[in-house]
């Protein structure tokens, strides 16, 4: 019997496949090359998956009887996986711009920050911005994210700090996921500075007891979603042992862990990633090769951030 799928791409001129056999992922040899079909045609289901890819005859022959809500003429077109962006945080208020001209004079990651700028001056800002400009301004970010060829995106929260505001963030988040076309992963961040007027050890006693069995409610409730918890664990933020706290509670309540480590200075984050089944650790400047090894082993994905890199020193 024929059924209904939302759409036919076909009679592409070449349709580039980066997991051709199921993989999760590549590794090693695996990723110098890619699987490039010519002449090919590609159907997506009515569930948004993709059913069949294939040569264009094959798969007009596959699904001659089958009905589609749109076909797309792909002829002397290329049809590339779209981009994952792995690492971001879309949602803030307070241009930072006026810090470049302190990093081209020297000034480092950490002394911005101790000046109250940095992560500190975006705080103050997302606080005082409403629910409404905040949802606008990360709308117009995700709609360029769009037109540069992203798909998913991961969004952290995390320019918050206190309860109220992480949650302002997230439900802004979960709008955009219900109302925007692109996937997302929602990351709670609540943990990516040391909140001024608290040790890192009281805020972390403070995300333990108070912001994560909030989020636990909220998504029972199924008001907000959120798939990933973070934490910076890094000199003066957050130390080994209340990472771990947090990242250990988090996970208590089903988030998956995806957090910074290893950036300015060698914390062993990766190894107490891969200890706690991390799923994914970003930056790793100064990751340890016993750190590296342990993620290999584990599959435990690096995110690198250049860009970010570059401008910390």
């Not at 997506?44 to 264009?56: E, M, Q």
């Not at 002397?76 to 962006?85: E, S």
């Not at 403070?206 to 979603?225: T, W």
Request: charged letters at 25%; proline letters at 2%.
């Amino acid at each position: 019997m024929a059924g209904g799928h939302r759409l036919l791409l076909e009679n592409a001129r070449q349709v580039v496949l980066v997991c051709a056999r199921g993989e999760r992922f590549l590794t090693r040899d695996a990723l110098r090359s890619l699987e490039v079909l010519e002449g090919a045609s590609l159907v997506v289901g009515t569930d948004g998956f993709i059913k069949a890819i294939g040569p264009a005859d094959a798969i007009q022959k596959q699904f001659s009887e089958e009905t589609f809500e749109e076909r797309i003429d792909c002829s002397g077109k290329c049809i590339l996986p779209g981009l994952v962006d792995a690492h971001t945080h879309p949602v803030w208020a307070g241009e930072r711009v006026h810090e470049f001209a302190m990093k081209l004079a020297g000034a480092t990651y950490m002394d911005i920050h101790q000046a109250g700028g940095g992560i500190n001056f975006t705080v103050e800002r997302t606080r005082q911005a409403s629910e409404e400009e905040l949802y606008s301004s990360f709308q117009q970010r995700l709609g360029c994210m769009m037109r540069a060829g992203t798909t998913l995106v991961e969004c952290k929260s995390g320019y918050g700090l206190n309860l109220e505001t992480e949650l302002k963030m997230l439900r802004v988040i979960e709008r955009a996921r219900q109302e925007l076309d692109i996937g997302i992963s929602a990351t709670y961040c609540g943990a990516h500075s040391v909140p001024k007027g608290k040790t890192a050890s009281e805020a972390a006693d403070d995300i333990i007891k108070n912001h994560l069995p909030r989020l636990k409610e909220l998504g029972r409730n199924g008001e907000i979603h959120v798939d990933n918890i973070d934490v910076f664990c890094e000199k003066g933020v957050f130390d080994l042992d209340s990472t771990r706290r947090i990242l250990q509670s988090g996970k208590d309540i089903g988030l998956q862990i995806n957090f910074h480590g290893d950036e300015l200075h060698p914390m062993k984050a990766a190894e107490l990633g891969v200890e706690l089944g991390a799923q994914a650790i970003s930056h790793l400047e100064e990751v340890s090769d016993e750190g590296i090894a342990a993620m290999a082993s584990a599959r435990c994905s690096a995110v690198l951030l250049p860009t970010t890199a570059y401008m910390l020193r």
